[in-house]
Structures are given as C-alpha cells and as structure tokens.
C-alpha cells in the first residue's frame, strides 16, 4: 500500500492550492493522510479529486467547521501495522515527546504529525515518527515538503522536497 501524507497547508491562508506535483503524485497513492492544519475543508474536496480514501484529523489553526467535521487523533490499522495520527501543539521542539505521551497506550508502529512545518524522520525504539513539512509555507523549514508511507512487509517512509 502506498500512501501520500501532508500536513499545514494552510489554505486559503498561505497558498490558493495544494501544490500541482503533490496532487499528480498523489493520483499514484491508496490513501492520502493529512495531519492538520487545512484551514478550510475545500482541501479535502482537492485531495478526493485524486485519490477518494483520506484521513485527516484537526489542527490548531483549524476553523470551527474543521474541527467539527474531523477528528483531533486517529488510528488506522493497515495490515499488520497501526498508525496514530495527530496534529500536534505546543512548543515545536517538544512534539516527538508529546507525541509519545499521547499514543503512550497504543502500540503504534508510525506516528504521523504536523505542526512545526518541518519535516522529520525519526525511530525511536520500534515507533517511527513521521512529519512530512509543509508544502505551502517555508517559515519555518528552508524547504516545502511531504511525505510518502510504503506499506508492505515492512514500513518505509520518505520526507519529498519540493
């Protein structure tokens, strides 16, 4: 299984749309998940145009309407691996540990988040932590990036630079 993962696009608020070589990519993908911050659901609508299965949860700069229609945490189960996904808060230099507070109890296997804009790749003991940037906004990352999750046999991640 292949899956596209993006995070803070921040649309209408940093960018029109999501960028077109995401979008391209992304027709190649099983399911899309993005972890916060859209701002607005037309983000949503964007990503089913290529590709009908998205997750998504909330994110702090999230609106009302957001908030209402997405979950703040999911876990999704694929095969033999499960997937914590979460958005993120606080201090950007703090979120693997309240990542690891927050799913403490879960027995994931990857743990996708957003918040910070920027991208990590990160094993700690038998959880990956996965943040795939932000592919509209370079404050606070020197590049715009997503992410791509291999799932077969085993779990490959792999942060994309635009």
């Given at each position: 299984?292949?899956?596209?993962?993006?995070?803070?696009?921040h649309?209408?608020?940093?960018?029109?749309d999501i960028p077109?070589?995401?979008?391209?990519?992304?027709?190649?993908?099983?399911?899309?998940?993005?972890?916060g911050?859209?701002v607005?659901l037309?983000v949503?609508?964007?990503?089913?145009?290529?590709?009908?299965?998205?997750?998504?949860?909330?994110?702090?700069?999230?609106?009302?309407?957001?908030?209402?229609?997405?979950?703040?945490?999911?876990?999704?189960?694929?095969?033999n691996?499960?997937?914590?996904?979460?958005?993120?808060?606080?201090?950007?230099?703090?979120?693997?540990?309240?990542?690891?507070?927050?799913?403490?109890n879960?027995?994931?296997?990857?743990i996708?988040?957003g918040?910070?804009?920027?991208a990590?790749?990160?094993?700690?003991?038998?959880t990956?932590?996965?943040?795939?940037?932000?592919?509209?906004?370079?404050?606070?990352?020197?590049?715009?990036?997503?992410?791509?999750?291999?799932?077969?046999?085993e779990?490959?991640?792999?942060?994309?630079?635009?």
């Open positions: 299984m292949r899956i596209g993962v993006i995070s803070d696009t649309i209408p608020d940093r960018a029109d077109k070589i995401i979008l391209e990519d992304f027709r190649n993908v099983d399911m899309v998940i993005h972890a911050d859209l607005e037309s949503l609508d964007q990503l089913k145009m290529v590709c009908k299965n998205i997750k998504a949860v909330w994110g702090n700069m999230d609106r009302y309407e957001v908030r209402k229609a997405l979950p703040e945490k999911e876990i999704i189960k694929i095969a691996f499960k997937i914590g996904v979460m958005h993120g808060y606080g201090a950007p230099n703090s979120l693997i540990e309240l990542m690891i507070k927050v799913f403490q879960e027995e994931v296997n990857l996708i988040f918040h910070s804009h920027c990590v790749k990160e094993k700690i003991k038998d990956l932590y996965f943040n795939p940037g932000s592919p509209t906004d370079k404050f606070f990352s020197p590049y715009n990036s997503y992410g791509m999750i291999e799932i077969d046999e779990l490959k991640a792999e942060i994309i630079k635009i």
